[in-house]
């Protein structure tokens, strides 16, 4: 089983993108956050400038990501999660 999540982007100084969290209003990296078996099958740059995380089921989200079925996700991104 999985989980879906939106979760910001994180732009390192090296221009690096990489799924961020809410930091009190701050986006920081949620790198050293994530486990094994997380995958990012898309980086939005677009209006929505949001990753969408697929995780284990057992992983819960961090501050700022949101949470989505199969479903919603394959509305937004029609086909993206097989």
């Not at 939106?6 to 486990?35: H, M, N, W």
């Not at 819960?60 to 996700?73: D, I, R």
Request: aromatic share 8%; with cysteine; hydrophobic share 30%.
């Amino acid at each position: 089983m999985a989980r879906y999540y939106y979760t910001p982007i994180f732009e390192g100084a090296d221009e690096s993108l990489t799924p961020g969290k809410d930091d009190t209003g701050t986006v920081v990296s949620a790198g050293e956050d994530l486990v094994a078996g997380v995958s990012a099958p898309k980086c939005d740059r677009g209006p929505d400038q949001r990753f969408v995380l697929v995780t284990p089921d057992s992983v819960s989200g961090l501050p700022g990501w949101e949470e989505k079925t199969k479903a919603e996700v394959n509305t937004d991104y029609p086909g993206l999660i097989p």
